[in-house]
């Protein structure tokens, strides 16, 4: 173990997780087995090896299929309330286990040890949902027109619900999906990124307890390793439901190969999130929304801040609270409290973040906080850089693409519709945030004229809260 993993209680985190130094990355509940080729995970807080996973083959994959399959017939029986109640030990059990899967979070994929705790919260959150959804999966009774006849509607579960997450939130992700699967009826078969695979085998392992405990069947809650794993989820039509999470390049892959078999898809992919800064917005309000949806998570969420549009007339005041903000950001280990901005998940990350600010420059930007990759003493992963500032037009190429990296585009605009026509003039949509005091900009903002991403704030950053409504 290395000295950030001893000092901030890593190796006592894991042995709580269940992970050991080579882990079977297929599971049906209780029962783990792997047979395929074995990767390593690596922490990008300081390059160390955490573990090993033995990924699944197709073999395995299929006999995980088996389970829970079967496990579906005998699940969707067991009355609503029942599944909800089990739902909500499981939730009990995140909470038991909420510091430690927080720690792993943290190092595994390297986003602040705040925001781990606050992802299993989130997973905590989602199962008390589920649980009151439970006693809530009402239908409708209709009149007719025939004579001593009634319509009524009812839903039923629809099998086996396919879950393929991204290594930036990578454990929530998979819970929001697989408790509402849960409630509903259905069973899951989770794929986690070959990024973060070690998350995915420590939430089997915490809720194992509670499958057992109550005898639920063997493949209600499956997981699978590997990217092969990805694509048999995509091509399996005993899979009537896929929930994938990732790169926009990739979900159209998945989109594709699912409709190709007339399956279904729910798709969470990138965003381009933009801020408006109006003549009429309070600077000190938005320091924090902008600051904290620039770097957060080292800019890799898919609502972080990527484009601030900021009237002219406030331009060059909200540019220097800026980069006396930045000046102040500390960057470094994510599981030491004192630090803001820790590592990128790895090095091809960096180097995305890099060739985007040359981009950047070949276009014609101007950059206001430099950028770089930051070396020395307690960054040897190579993954850390610098939050940076770059002025540019709205049209340009790498303004257009998102790149998932602390880069954050300004730009300026004098009316206020001007500014909503940047704002949604990307191709991507997800979440967007204007901060003003004046109403009538607060209104047009929210309204059919205004943002027409998922999400539309007022007077808060957009990296608060998350949608699947996106604009594709």
Request: glycine share 10%; aromatic share 6%.
């Given at each position: 173990?290395?000295t950030?993993?001893?000092?901030f ?20 509940g209780?029962?783990n087995f792997?047979?395929g080729?074995i ?17 699944s ?12 399959t079967?496990a579906f ?9 029942r ?13 038991k286990f ?15 040890l705040q ?15 589920a ?6 999966l ?15 509607e ?6 086996t619900?396919?879950i ?19 409630v509903?009826?259905?069973v ?6 070959s ?7 420590a ?5 194992k ?5 109550n ?12 990217n ?8 399996d039509?005993?899979?009537p ?13 998945v989109?594709k190969?699912?409709?190709?078999r ?11 999130n933009a ?5 009429h917005?309070?600077?000190s309000m ?7 949806g620039?770097?957060g998570?080292?800019?890799?969420r ?5 484009r ?5 007339s406030v331009?060059?005041k ?38 985007a600010?040359?981009k950047?420059?070949?276009?014609g930007?101007?950059i206001?906080?430099?950028g770089?990759?930051v070396?020395g003493t ?25 790149t998932f ?6 730009m ?18 997800l979440?967007s ?12 903002f929210?309204s059919q004229?205004?943002?027409?991403c998922?999400?539309a704030?007022?007077?808060i950053?957009?990296a608060?809260i998350r949608t699947r409504?996106r604009?594709?």
């Amino acid at each position: 173990m290395t000295t950030i993993a001893k000092s901030f209680g890593i190796e006592l985190a894991l042995k709580q997780l269940g992970i050991e130094a080579l882990n079977d990355g297929t599971s049906t509940g209780e029962n783990n087995f792997a047979n395929g080729k074995i990767i390593e995970s690596y922490s990008p807080a300081d390059g160390a090896l955490i573990a090993k996973v033995k990924t699944s083959t197709k073999e395995d994959y299929e006999k995980a299929m088996q389970k829970a399959t079967e496990a579906f017939l005998e699940w969707r029986l067991i009355p609503a309330p029942r599944r909800g109640e089990i739902v909500r030990q499981m939730g009990d059990e995140l909470r038991k286990f909420k510091e430690p899967l927080g720690k792993l979070v943290s190092y595994e994929m390297g986003k602040s040890l705040q925001e781990g705790y606050g992802e299993v919260q989130e997973m905590i959150d989602i199962c008390d949902f589920a649980v009151g959804l439970s006693r809530q999966l009402y239908g409708l009774t209709m009149h007719s027109e025939r004579p001593m006849h009634r319509m009524y509607e009812q839903y039923h579960p629809i099998g086996t619900v396919g879950i393929i997450s991204a290594f930036n939130f990578p454990v929530a992700v998979w819970s929001w999906n697989a408790m509402i699967a849960f409630v509903c009826g259905d069973v899951a078969i989770w794929k986690p990124s070959s990024k973060v695979p070690l998350c995915g085998i420590a939430c089997q392992n915490i809720i194992k307890t509670v499958l057992k405990r109550n005898n639920v069947p063997e493949g209600v809650s499956c997981l699978v390793t590997g990217n092969e794993s990805g694509d048999l989820i995509n091509n399996d039509a005993r899979i009537p439901l896929v929930s994938f999470t990732g790169s926009t390049r990739i979900g159209r892959h998945v989109s594709k190969t699912v409709a190709e078999r007339f399956g279904n898809t729910i798709l969470e992919l990138g965003g381009n999130n933009a801020i408006i800064v109006s003549e009429h917005a309070d600077i000190s309000m938005v320091l924090v929304g902008a600051v904290f949806g620039a770097v957060g998570t080292a800019g890799q969420r898919c609502t972080s801040t990527r484009r601030l549009i900021i009237h002219e007339s406030v331009y060059d005041k909200t540019i220097s609270v800026l980069k006396n903000a930045y000046g102040q950001l500390k960057i470094g280990n994510p599981l030491d409290e004192n630090n803001h901005v820790g590592p990128l998940i790895d090095k091809g990350a960096v180097q995305e973040y890099l060739e985007a600010i040359e981009k950047a420059k070949k276009e014609g930007a101007t950059i206001v906080v430099e950028g770089g990759v930051v070396e020395g003493t307690g960054f040897e992963s190579g993954c850390y850089v610098k939050p940076c500032i770059i002025e540019a037009e709205n049209h340009f190429d790498i303004v257009q693409t998102e790149t998932f990296a602390p880069i954050l585009y300004v730009m300026k605009y004098s009316k206020i519709e001007e500014a909503i026509a940047m704002q949604n003039g990307v191709p991507q949509g997800l979440s967007s945030s204007i901060f003003t005091n004046n109403m009538r900009e607060m209104e047009l903002f929210l309204s059919q004229s205004g943002s027409d991403c998922g999400i539309a704030n007022v007077n808060i950053g957009n990296a608060t809260i998350r949608t699947r409504l996106r604009k594709e």
